[in-house]
């Protein structure tokens, strides 16, 4: 064999095809997996062009071997998700290196393709989805050029056949999606490493955790409601409850407590909604407050927390309802009081003076939550994306220094003022309002939406909620984040109001990848079933489906085959017709064209044979292999082909 046999045409097929399936995973890449991918691939292309000797084996073995030590490093091991496809990217640039034939470019054609799909073990947006079409194509593509046996394609012609092919394929496509039966779970997730960091709220709270959360524009969950959505005031999205105040950190009560389960009561209906969670890694499950009906396999904690009963490691979306009116905990345990009146008693001396001036001056708790909040709303309080940092005694140093912060040191100091002055109080955590896409009539929650807000306990009202954040800022609650910091460069692009295209641009793009996720993505075993019992109008099984697809299957890929195999058109038939009378002539003379051999091949044969034919014989070769592979499809051509046979002696 040669020592390079490849077409450059072929080639960059491949290149752009393999680039594309490399730009799905850059962002998973680490940043010297794609360093090394995109030196091998420009070495590559620069090599072909320049006809530089290809690298050998005593270079490309110690490229092998660093690449495999990287990942072992980078991963501590080669398996795993993120290993395993590293790994196989750049075993597949390795292997482009040394690729010196058609039959080497068909191998990595495929191995390209298997590392397309790998893209959905990340993500499985829309735009990914489209992103694997394309290098599909592309890749498809240099599948046709390395086929064709006329040599090199025009690029126009080679796309044209490529679009056919796949075109052809999505009959099948859509049938086996529609109908092939599904695995229970979703079936592109994989389990994540428990530890592995993921945008979302935490189990525990300090100065600066959610102000750090809030400059991430990432979307938390979306929710569809069951008629108007409720005002932005009643929007608040319950998540995890922090009960215990270390001096500096706030944390969740412990289970270990066997407190018993608060109760909730309301006379009023519930609000019925549907939510679309991304993957978080933890248990929390953001439902409005108050929890009135639970998702399946979740549970519910002693304050209401709603938990699943497994992380959240890929998207999810259930149903769930809850009361905007309610009345939790009217009754409650001594225990549960005494647990949300306990701060530390060395620290904040002149925040325990402030609260306990209002205990003595006989206010009741009523009056002690007005007058707190009154500091805030008529004091030189800020709320700020940057708060300055605190010293050692946090709650003083906010409360009479700096009074700039976001919504967790409101939210700590208002609940801190409570406890010191006898009032029970602890700070829950979650999200607040959310902005309405009015093209898909759903509400989009950001992770700059998350926000802290407090519960105090009052006699027969039980456990109310008390927002210090918009005694500070009303707009936070009404608005949103944008219109409630002066900040707003420092929020994410899309958090912002000021660029109205933009907004439109992404709410129109966010619907549809919100109909990509509940018509694809969430297309599972319960709603394929649904589904089709609702079309025949009588509950189906597994093997009913099973049944179908084979029927439908085989039904499209008949119709194909008729539409394809059938008869071609009449100037087809004459050009075959005519070449057939030549290869006749040809036998009569002795040269019989054998069972391998194609046109070119014969003619080369025949005319060497008779060279005082080889001009009549040559041409008339040439017409024939352009017409009939080439897509020269023309009734002049085929007419000076039957002619040239018939004056041939």
């Known amino acids: 064999m040669a020592e390079n046999t490849l077409r450059m045409a072929d080639l960059r097929w491949l290149l752009l095809g393999t680039g594309l399936v490399m730009l799905l995973h850059v962002a998973h890449f680490s940043l010297w997996v794609t360093i090394f991918v995109a030196t091998l691939a420009i070495w590559r292309y620069l090599s072909q062009h320049y006809h530089w000797r290809p690298p050998g084996t005593l270079l490309l073995l110690p490229l092998t071997v ?84 006329n040599g090199s394609l025009d690029w126009r012609k080679q796309s044209r056949i490529t679009g056919k092919l796949l075109l052809q394929g999505l009959p099948l496509m859509l049938a086996l999606f529609f109908l092939f039966p599904r695995v229970p779970g979703p079936l592109w997730s994989i389990p994540q490493e428990s530890s592995q960091a993921l945008s979302g709220l ?54 270990r407590l066997f407190l018993p389960y608060e109760s909730v009561r309301s006379d009023q209906p519930v609000t019925k ?35 699943s009963n497994q992380p959240v490691r890929a998207r999810i979306r259930f149903d769930a309802a809850s009361w905007l009116d309610y009345r939790l905990a009217a009754d409650v345990h001594p225990r549960v009081l005494e647990l949300n009146l306990q701060i530390p008693d060395i620290d904040n001396p002149k925040s325990r003076a402030l609260a306990q001036s209002w205990r003595d001056a006989g206010k009741t708790p009523q009056a002690i939550i007005e007058t707190a909040l009154q500091m805030f709303r008529e004091q030189e309080f800020i709320y700020t994306l940057q708060p300055p940092l605190l010293g050692e005694q946090a709650m003083d140093d906010f409360l009479f220094n700096t009074r700039r912060g976001f919504c967790e040191h409101y939210a700590s100091s208002f609940v801190f ?26 509400l989009i929650v950001r992770q700059s939406d998350a926000h802290a807000w407090a519960e105090v306990w009052l006699e027969e009202k039980g456990w109310v909620r008390v927002d210090p954040t918009s005694a500070v800022s009303p707009s936070r609650i009404e608005s949103g984040i944008a219109d409630a910091v002066s900040e707003r460069n420092l929020l994410p692009l899309l958090a912002r109001t000021d660029s109205a295209w933009l907004k439109n641009a992404f709410l129109n793009l966010d619907a549809l990848d919100n109909a ?94 008779l060279p005082h034919n080889a001009g009549e014989i040559g041409r008339i070769t040439e017409i024939y292999n352009h017409v009939r592979y080439g897509g020269k499809d023309d009734a002049g051509s085929i007419n000076t082909l039957e002619q040239m046979v018939k004056s041939i002696r």
Request: hydrophobic share 45%; charged share 20%.
């Open 66 to 149: 660093l690449a495999t030590l990287g990942i072992l490093l980078t991963h501590r091991g080669l398996f795993g998700r993120d290993a395993s496809v590293e790994l196989l990217a750049l075993m597949l640039m390795l292997k482009l290196m040394e690729a010196k034939s058609s039959r080497d470019l068909t191998v990595l054609v495929f191995g390209a393709l298997f590392l397309s799909i790998t893209a959905f073990l990340f993500t499985q947006s829309m735009l990914y989805a489209a992103g694997i079409l394309a290098s599909t194509f592309a890749l498809t593509a240099t599948l046709t050029g390395i086929s064709h046996p």
């Open 417 to 442: 003022l409570m406890r010191a002055a006898g009032v029970p109080a602890r700070i829950v955590t979650g999200y607040q309002g959310g902005e309405l896409n009015p093209v898909g009539n759903y």
């Open 273 to 307: 909604y549907t939510v679309t969670m991304e993957p978080s890694n933890r248990r929390s499950l953001l439902l409005l407050d108050m929890p009135a009906e639970l998702p399946p396999e979740s549970s519910l904690t002693r304050d209401m927390q709603v938990l």
């Open 202 to 255: 935490s189990d525990t709270m300090e100065p600066g955790t959610i102000s750090d959360l809030t400059l991430s524009g990432e979307i938390a969950f979306r929710v569809e409601f069951e008629g108007a959505p409720p005002p932005p005031g009643q929007l608040y999205w319950r998540g995890p409850v922090l009960w215990h105040y270390d001096g500096r950190r706030w944390t969740m009560a412990s289970e």
């Open 516 to 609: 990509w996720n509940h018509w694809v993505l969430e297309y599972d075993q319960k709603r394929q079933l649904e589904v089709f019992s609702d079309m025949s109008g009588r509950k189906l099984s597994w093997q009913d489906l099973v049944s179908g697809m084979m029927l439908v299957v085989a039904a499209t890929g008949l119709l194909l085959s008729y539409f394809i195999l059938r008869g071609k058109p009449a100037k087809r038939d004459l050009l075959q017709r005519s070449y057939d009378r030549f290869l006749r002539k040809m036998r009569r003379r002795g040269i019989i064209r054998l069972a391998h051999e194609g046109p070119l091949d014969f003619g080369r044969r025949a005319a060497a044979a």
